[in-house]
């Protein structure tokens, strides 16, 4: 649970870095609770974020920002009408342009937050793709932030191995599957190489160590 993350927070950092930790896991919780359905998913992508940060071979520093973008990144759904999130039927336009809506709200609430700016660019790109096929901007390969590449993979994930009011949950091998077929148009091969490693090094066992 939260308290567990805040735990080991209060261990390891300094008073200022943890009071903007404590913020952003508050702000995480909001959302997560508003969300019953998928409640916990702003978490494990937290999670999954930092875990594939590491197996990159990222700084710890950078492990810990693209952690907080995890745990942030569908922060501005609390900003837009909630019908859409919820419909299990394909949304009209319209409904996808609300929904869309929340990587811009995201990135304005954690713009305003002191030494955050690093963060909210980073959730701001999570739903781009390498092929340019995403949004808010269309950005494609490296255009992509690479914490937000590494955002999408972990979300989509979760998203997946995790039941949806749209969609039975699926097994994590299938889930893997799935990351691959879309690796190089939706997904960064490297990081969805680095991270199918893990998964299989560990025997798909890793939602033991993020529930
Ligand atoms: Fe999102």
């Known amino acids: 649970m939260l308290s567990s993350v805040l735990e080991e927070l209060l261990r390891n950092q300094r008073p200022a870095k943890l009071s903007q930790s404590i913020l952003v896991l508050t702000l995480a919780a909001l959302l997560d609770m508003q969300d019953q359905l998928t409640s916990g998913h702003s978490r494990r992508v937290g999670t999954y974020s930092a875990l594939i940060a ?26 837009v009408r909630k019908a859409p999130l919820y419909k299990p039927d394909k949304l009209s336009d319209e409904e996808m ?32 793709r390498m092929d340019g096929s995403g949004y808010p901007h269309g950005l494609s390969g490296d255009e992509i932030p690479l914490g937000s590449r590494i955002l999408c993979v972990a979300d989509s994930f979760d998203a997946m191995v995790t039941s949806r009011i749209y969609r039975p949950t699926v097994s994590v091998p299938k889930a893997l599957e799935e990351l691959e077929r879309c690796s190089g148009t939706q997904f960064d091969i490297e990081i969805v190489r680095v991270f199918g490693a893990y998964l299989r090094n560990e025997g798909f066992h890793l939602l033991g160590e993020a529930l």
């Open 54 to 79: 590491r197996e990159l071979g990222l700084s710890e520093k950078d492990q810990s920002t693209i952690k907080l973008a995890g745990l942030l990144h569908d922060i501005g759904k609390i900003g």
């Open 97 to 128: 342009h609300e929904m869309k809506r929340h990587v811009i709200l995201g990135y304005e609430i954690i713009v305003e937050v002191p030494h955050l700016a690093d963060i909210a660019c980073l959730v701001l790109h999570h739903h781009e």
